[in-house]
């Protein structure tokens, strides 16, 4: 198993442009999030999805969208970037193990972004 | 509302000292606890974890014991080394087995020098 994938791994926008981060996991968890890390200020939720077709918003959502259509991919838009948006993001998934409880969270390697 | 309180960093070690790296929690039900390690460039892993109050998490000679009367959970390794430079991090789920929403402590970065 790969686990979970994240393209591109470095990116460098203009304020305003567009871009979709890649997250893919195969280890067919129903729930994956995204978050952004910001140094002292830990990690931060910024959307998730508990399955194809359903996602919802966390912390942090303004600027950003997501879409879930199917198990394996969970892409993070960013709209119009902004300077303030230059963080490292990660996204992360987790499945449900015995008794119906969701296990540990996996996280993918990161994509680190900057908008100048 | 719930929350994670880690000692802040940097700490800097020497290799094969004890490390300690505090965590206390706030937490209205029975929440789950981790912690979780970030290596240099990489993404988060889980490193141990607890479910209920006196368990003791337990991996890579690092452990942690669920303290619900002190509301803590303190990372302790014997004798770190210098691959266990890293960013580590405490979080709690609320609802212990339901793992989807954590919540994050702050980080604390532990370099350990030859």
């Known amino acids: 198993n790969a686990g979970v994938t994240q393209t591109p791994k470095f990116q460098v926008l203009k304020t305003g442009q567009s871009m979709t981060l890649q997250c893919a996991q195969d280890?067919?968890?129903?729930?994956m999030s995204w978050y952004r890390q910001d140094p002292g200020m830990g990690l931060r939720l910024i959307h998730y999805?508990?399955?194809?077709?359903?996602?919802d918003q966390g912390e942090v959502p303004n600027g950003y969208n997501v879409s879930r259509s199917t198990t394996e991919d969970f892409p993070l838009r960013l709209l119009s970037a902004a300077p303030s948006q230059t963080s490292v993001y990660f996204c992360?998934?987790?499945?449900?193990?015995?008794?119906?409880?969701?296990?540990?969270?996996?996280f993918g390697p990161g994509t680190r972004l900057t908008v100048l | 509302g719930d929350s994670v309180t880690q000692m802040e960093g940097p700490v800097t070690l020497s290799e094969e000292a004890f490390l300690t790296i505090n965590c206390t929690y706030t937490?209205?039900?029975?929440?789950?606890l981790f912690w979780y390690v970030q290596y240099p460039g990489e993404g988060l892993q889980l490193l141990l974890k607890?479910?209920?109050a006196d368990d003791k998490g337990s991996n890579k000679g690092f452990e942690a014991t669920y303290r619900k009367e002190t509301t803590s959970f303190h990372l302790e390794k014997g004798s770190v080394q210098v691959s266990d430079s890293a960013v580590y991090f405490c979080?709690?789920?609320?609802?212990?087995?339901?793992?989807?929403?954590?919540?994050w402590g702050l980080g604390t970065s532990l370099a350990v020098n030859p």
């Open positions: 999805s508990v399955g194809a077709g359903i996602t």
């Open positions: 937490a209205t039900g029975y929440p789950s």
């Open positions: 979080a709690l789920s609320p609802n212990a087995g339901n793992n989807r929403k954590l919540i």
């Open positions: 607890a479910t209920k």
């Open positions: 992360a998934s987790t499945g449900r193990g015995g008794r119906g409880h969701y296990n540990e969270q996996f």
């Open positions: 280890m067919n968890h129903e729930y």
